[in-house]
């Protein structure tokens, strides 16, 4: 069993920063891929970055150098920085690994999501 928790969301005003944090924990072999995406009401979910176990990092396009995704392999944890927030950066943010679990399955796991609402 996997579990991703996820923490660092809120209310914040345009412009401001937020850091959303993710730790993973079970059975765990190896966390291939880590990352967050988000989901604003009544679009699709989408990526916003994710990271390698090596370090590789991808950004959406609307990130524009404003957010920066870190990875701690070694507690499995990942934090976003966001900064110069956005009204339309409002969305619930999740959590998302691709990971080899303890007994060598290779599976996509999911946290349940934080809310980060921009507005003044």
């Known amino acids: 069993q996997v579990q991703l928790v996820e923490s660092g969301g809120g209310l914040v005003q345009p412009g401001g920063s937020l850091r959303l944090s993710c730790v993973a924990s079970g059975s765990i072999f190896k966390i291939v891929t880590m990352g967050w995406y988000r989901q604003a009401p009544g679009k699709q979910r989408e990526l916003v970055a994710n990271?390698?176990?090596?370090?590789?990092?991808k950004y959406a396009d609307f990130v524009n150098g404003r957010f920066t995704l870190s990875r701690d392999n070694a507690n499995n944890a990942v934090a976003l920085q966001m900064n110069s927030l956005k009204p339309e950066d409002t969305a619930v943010y999740y959590c998302?690994?691709?990971?080899?679990?303890?007994?060598?399955?290779?599976?996509?796991?999911w946290g349940r999501g934080t809310l980060v609402t921009v507005s003044s």
């Open positions: 998302n690994a691709d990971l080899i679990t303890g007994r060598g399955n290779w599976m996509a796991y």
């Open positions: 990271i390698t176990h090596t370090g590789d990092t």
